[in-house]
């Protein structure tokens, strides 16, 4: 009599090459979509490409350009790429030199919704209910279902325009209160139409907008949604809800992964990224009276979490269990230790921020030798320097950079001396 034992599954090599939808990687990390900060006018810089390129040496299967909004009005920066004619060339350019690395590169887009800071970028706000945005200090106007059309039809043109410039991938943003958030969240959301009150309204955008990707490009570059688990703000979008969306999102077939964040840039920004809060560092570049008014009261605003590495774990296994899509693990990634847990654990790749700023070829040394640790120790000072081109303060200014910005000339309206909001530092650091 034969005995039969149950097949134990295999674990995935996290750096052995793997599928995201028609995509084979060289590997299963990514280059999270942090706010580079590097284009100019919207069009892509020298600096940009040489920042993406350096990552793509690093050993990354994939990098994320952040963020290229879907319309004018969808940015948070007045620098920002936008998706049009004119920021092709430089798209492709930038694509190609990637590629020539041997990575891939998806590019996230979205709109920022009721994060559009007016004053920087010439547009008016949309969100889902007229709100206030203390970050920028106006007001939000509600978005019409002609807004919403164009935005949805904005987000297909872009994706087609990223096939067009050489994309591998793109990003779908439905986090962090930027516009699909926004309405997702209960709290934000107090519309009486079709896409408020029930969760299924309040999903119809984000739904909606996945839908209009996937009909523009069918299946010639993956799409990823990075969706909210947890707003972080009493009252907001959570993780019984976004279970559901993430089934919703599975059923409907598509996208070709899913990954998690939480946070909300308009109201508890460093809940996505765990770690001191560095507000005298941000008060420093504020213009006055926000930089006496950060010093003395930042710290009952922006409150802080206590980092510990896969923070994001535990919830993201609760969408894991859920569905069958590929999940992307975010969120204090450091070693091949908490790689080896992530797969461990079913999640099929993991993304990367701040530990990729301090170094942008830790993969190729963990690769090298599987005991090496990230140089990174989450002081998040790196989230201010979204203001100046993003980067890590302990490494010496210029040391990555083989075309460093000229910043005093090429910041316009953008430049935080010359107006009181601010670029969102929650696209910068994961």
Sequence with gaps: MSTEFPRVKAIPDVLAPAKLGPLTLRNRTIKAATYENMARDGL???????????????????????????????????????????????????????????????????????????????????????????????????????????????????????????????????????LASSFLSPKLNKRKD?????????????????????EAVGNEIAIVA???????????????????????????????????????SLENMMYLFKGEAPIHDFAMVMPQPMQTAIKLFGSHVVKSYPYKDGYMLDDAKQIQAAVDLPLILLGGITDRQIMDTAMAEGFQFVAMGRALLREPDLINRIAADRTTRSLCNHNNKCMVTTFTGSRCVLVPTGEHDAYPLDLPTARTKSSPTEATASPDPTLAIR
Aim: hydrophobic share 45%; aromatic share 6%.
């Design 194 to 214: 079709q896409y408020g009150g029930s969760l299924e309204n309040r999903a119809r955008l984000a739904l909606r907008i996945v839908s209009a990707v996937r």
């Design 44 to 178: 892509v810089t020298p600096a940009l490409i040489d920042f993406h390129v350096r990552h793509a040496k690093g050993g990354v299967a994939m990098t994320t350009v952040a963020y290229c909004a879907v319309t004018p009005d969808g940015r948070t920066d007045g620098e920002q790429i936008v998706w049009r004619k004119e920021a092709l060339p430089g798209l492709q350019e930038l694509t190609a030199a990637v590629h020539a690395e041997g990575a891939a590169i998806s590019a996230q887009i979205g709109h920022s919704g009721p994060c559009n800071a007016p004053k920087l970028t010439g547009y008016p706000a949309l969100g889902p209910s007229k709100m206030f945005n203390p970050m920028s200090r106006t007001m939000v106007k509600p978005a019409t279902l002609t807004d919403i059309d164009r935005v949805v039809r904005a987000h297909g043109d872009a994706a087609r325009m990223a096939v067009e410039a050489g994309f591998d991938a793109v990003e779908i943003h439905l986090g962090h209160n930027y």
């Design 226 to 264: 990075k969706l909210n688990m947890d707003d972080g703000v009493p009252g907001g979008f959570w993780l019984d809800e976004a279970i559901v969306v993430a089934k919703w999102l599975d059923e409907a077939g598509t996208v070709d992964a899913l990954e998690m964040t939480v946070g909300s």
